[in-house]
Every structure is written in C-alpha cells, then in structure tokens.
C-alpha cells in the first residue's frame, strides 16, 4: 500500500503561481511513476504531468511551458510548480502512483486526497 498526501494549494490570481508537494510513504517499491493530474466540477478528471523513476517527464498540452513536475526521491516527494496560473487551471489537484507507466491516463492505483487551486482573474 501506498499513502500520497498533497499540499500547497489555494488561491491565487491569474499569472500567479503556486508548487504543489505530494508526499509518499508506504510500499515505496509501487511509486516508480508518479504524476498529477485535475479535476474541475462537471469535468472528468484530466492528467497534467507526469514521471518516471529516471526523471522522464511528461506534460499536458495545456500547461506545457508553465508546470513542471519534479521529484526529490530521498524525501519520497513529488512536485508541482505551477507558474503563470490562468483561472481555467481551477481545479483539485491530486497526485498518483504506480508501478505501471500510465502516464497521463487516470489508471493509477494509488491515489491522494487532492487539494484545491483557485485562480481568479
């Protein structure tokens, strides 16, 4: 099993920014992929960023250029810095994890609780 535990958000306005964390703990051994992804009210949930255990990453069309994911790995700690912040990127933010390359497809087994991001314009 695996527990993920974000943080770092709230609200900012429009060109903002903010950096989400993720910290993981449990069966480590299952976190060789990691990424974020969002979900606004009344959308499906969306994948932002994700990584891989030799620093791979990739990124959403939409925030390519302003969000960049990173991971400290002795700290167990993903990573979210979010620049340039629009009100469309309003949504909760959650982290996930797997021993599986998903990607940015939500099919991750592990999941944290989220945490909010407001951008107001």
């Known amino acids: 099993q695996v527990q993920l535990v974000e943080s770092g958000g709230g609200s900012v306005q429009s060109g903002g920014s903010l950096r989400l964390s993720c910290a993981a703990s449990g069966d480590t051994y299952s976190t060789g992929f990691m990424a974020w992804f969002r979900q606004a009210p009344g959308k499906e949930r969306e994948g932002v960023a994700a990584i891989d255990s030799f620093g791979l990453t990739i990124y959403a069309d939409s925030v390519k250029g302003r969000f960049t994911i990173s991971q400290d790995k002795a700290k167990n700690t993903l990573y979210l810095q979010m620049n340039s912040l629009k009100p469309e990127d309003t949504a909760s933010y959650y982290c996930?994890?797997?021993?599986?390359?998903?990607?940015?497809?939500?099919?991750?087994?592990?999941w944290g609780q989220g945490t909010q991001v407001t951008v107001s314009s």
């Open positions: 996930a994890a797997d021993r599986i390359r998903w990607l940015l497809m939500p099919r991750y087994s592990y």
